[in-house]
């Protein structure tokens, strides 16, 4: 079973550019999350997709971070434009079903390592 | 924040000996979960334990639960240098997960 699938690894921009991350789930898997991880510090939740409806989106900076799910498989992560605060690992994860009381596994990508200058 | 927390923040042990990790949350949960990090890696998650179960075991992994307290433990028995990683307990608030700042452990051979 291939895992989820997030690209780029790696990127370095300066303040106030665009960037934009990509993140193919496991097949079949309904829900979708984007986590930004700071360095030294557990994920924070920015979306959840269930298929390609939004879930919670009460953490997504929404002046900056937009996130959609076409289809509801595949879903990009953008922040335009970039702030130094945005450096951390963007981490995608899919899960079978939704939250809740039987709250699933979650399947981690390796994530995105944005570094803003 | 209905972050909680863990502790200790680093732990630091040799080959063979245990690691015990603590984590403690604010709210009423469903399930607590385990998951582990490699430096540079995504999360692997290594156990669930119920709201209404008190203890569970995974291969060399032991998890508690104590609701009353709100607070969970995990423990590494007979570790390895593999083992050398960031865990992270994460409890659901909601429909979501909230996962707490983790204990980094490195387990010297």
Not at chain 1, 47 to 73: C, M, T, W
Not at chain 2, 84 to 103: I, L
Request: a positive charge.
């Amino acid at each position: 079973e291939a895992g989820v699938a997030q690209s780029p690894r790696y990127k370095i921009i300066e303040k106030r550019q665009s960037v934009a991350f990509w993140c193919n789930p496991i097949s079949g898997h309904a829900t979708l999350y984007w986590y930004q991880q700071i360095l030294g510090q557990g994920p924070k939740l920015l979306i959840q997709f269930q298929n390609n409806g939004v879930v919670d989106d009460s953490q997504l900076p929404k002046d900056r971070f937009s996130a959609e799910r076409l289809k509801g498989v595949d879903s990009t992560l953008k922040i335009q434009p970039a702030k130094l605060e945005d450096s951390a690992v963007y981490l995608c994860a899919s899960s079978l079903a939704r939250g809740g009381a039987k709250t699933p596994m979650q399947y981690f990508g390796p994530g995105t390592r944005l570094t803003v200058l | 924040s209905q972050q909680g927390e863990e502790d200790p923040q680093a732990l630091s042990i040799q080959e063979g000996e245990n690691a015990t990790m603590n984590c403690s949350y604010k709210t009423s949960i469903n399930n607590l979960q385990w998951y582990r990090q490699n430096s540079g890696r995504g999360l692997v998650h290594l156990i669930l334990i119920r709201s209404n179960e008190r203890e569970k075991h995974s291969g060399r992994l032991r998890v508690t639960l104590d609701t009353s307290k709100k607070s969970s433990s995990l423990l590494i028995t007979a570790s390895r240098a593999a083992d050398t990683a960031s865990y992270f307990c994460a409890h659901n608030y909601g429909q979501n997960f909230v996962f707490g700042p983790g204990t980094r452990l490195s387990v010297l051979p």
